[in-house]
């Protein structure tokens, strides 16, 4: 097994700086072959934090520059640049443990799987808002090691993956979702009914630590809202399976009777006056149905990706 990690950045170089220290410090087999980190900044300013690094740490670690602004034509370049069979994909602004590539590898190894899934989990600071759960918020499903990933869990913020099995389709990331996003759930999903086989790992989790400007009720919100946008159109493009005539209906009544359910929880725990959290959490819920319907009504995506500024 010879693992590349491929990891866009873009204005991050102290994230950046620490997670390639994390790898720089995995242990145990396999081993790290090479970091392919791709630059979505076309003034290339991650350079100098890479250069800085490639005489410290134990595997060959490749800069390039993807200057046309899209995640999905980003991932593109680093997976072609890999050489490895295997490709690991992390987030810029990701923290992982020493045993994270160990923990993954072995899991691939055992279940004979195309690629392996685990979580991230967002953290917050001790000063965090009240309406932020204090164990942070769990962006994925709690499954089992071993367990089949299901549709709706397959992202790219901690993945080991096959680079044959990438490679079945052409791109292989769509740039139709180079801005908005949802590019990683829109790959797995078709690699998966092509008969990709995706297991989970829960014991090697990985952890976001949120900047003080995304600790916001807005920001929160409207990913939220958009990851919902996405996950409707996938549906509606038969990422999820066949389409058929009931398609469309069938997803307008299920996110009807959500957004209905959503919208009582709320009105229950706001006049229980339950903690902030737990209010929020509904809130959360609430603006998943809202994506669907945007995307159901032919309304706008949000596109996350454009015009980022620093963070």
């Not at 160990?102 to 004979?112: F, G, P, T, V, W």
Request: glycine share 8%; hydrophobic share 45%; with cysteine.
């Amino acid at each position: 097994m010879r693992v590349s990690v491929c990891i866009n950045t873009f204005h991050r170089p102290a994230d950046l700086r620490r997670l390639l220290g994390d790898l720089a410090a995995q242990g145990g087999p396999p081993g790290i072959a090479e970091v392919v980190v791709t630059d979505n900044d076309a003034a290339g300013s991650a350079r100098a934090t890479v250069e800085a690094l490639m005489a410290q740490v134990p595997f060959a670690l490749v800069y390039q520059i993807e200057p046309e602004q899209s995640i999905s034509l980003t991932r593109n370049r680093g997976v072609h640049r890999a050489s490895g069979d295997w490709i690991g994909f992390l987030d810029d602004d990701e923290r992982v443990a020493p045993d994270w590539l160990a923990l993954m590898a072995a899991q691939a190894q055992r279940s004979q799987a195309d690629g392996v899934f685990s979580g991230v989990i967002n953290t917050f600071p001790p000063d965090a808002p009240a309406w932020l759960p204090a164990g942070g918020i769990h962006e994925h499903a709690r499954l089992a090691s071993g367990t089949e990933v299901p549709p709706t869990q397959l992202f790219s913020g901690n993945v080991l993956i096959r680079k044959a099995t990438l490679m079945l389709r052409e791109g292989p990331f769509d740039p139709r979702f180079g801005l908005s996003g949802g590019e990683d759930a829109d790959l797995f999903n078709a690699l998966r009914l092509r008969g990709a086989r995706f297991v989970w790992n829960a014991e090697a989790y990985a952890h976001e630590v949120l900047p003080a400007e995304r600790l916001t009720q807005a920001w929160f919100l409207k990913r939220r809202r958009r990851g919902a946008q996405d996950y409707a159109l996938q549906v509606l493009n038969g990422v999820h399976g066949r389409v058929t005539a009931l398609t469309r209906l069938k997803l307008w009544g299920d996110t009807l009777i959500k957004l209905v359910l959503a919208v009582a929880g709320w009105a229950l725990v706001s006049a229980l006056r339950r903690h902030p959290a737990v209010r929020f959490d509904w809130r959360r819920k609430i603006e998943a149905q809202r994506g669907k319907l945007d995307t159901l009504r032919g309304r706008g995506r949000i596109l996350e990706y454009q015009k980022r500024p620093p963070a």
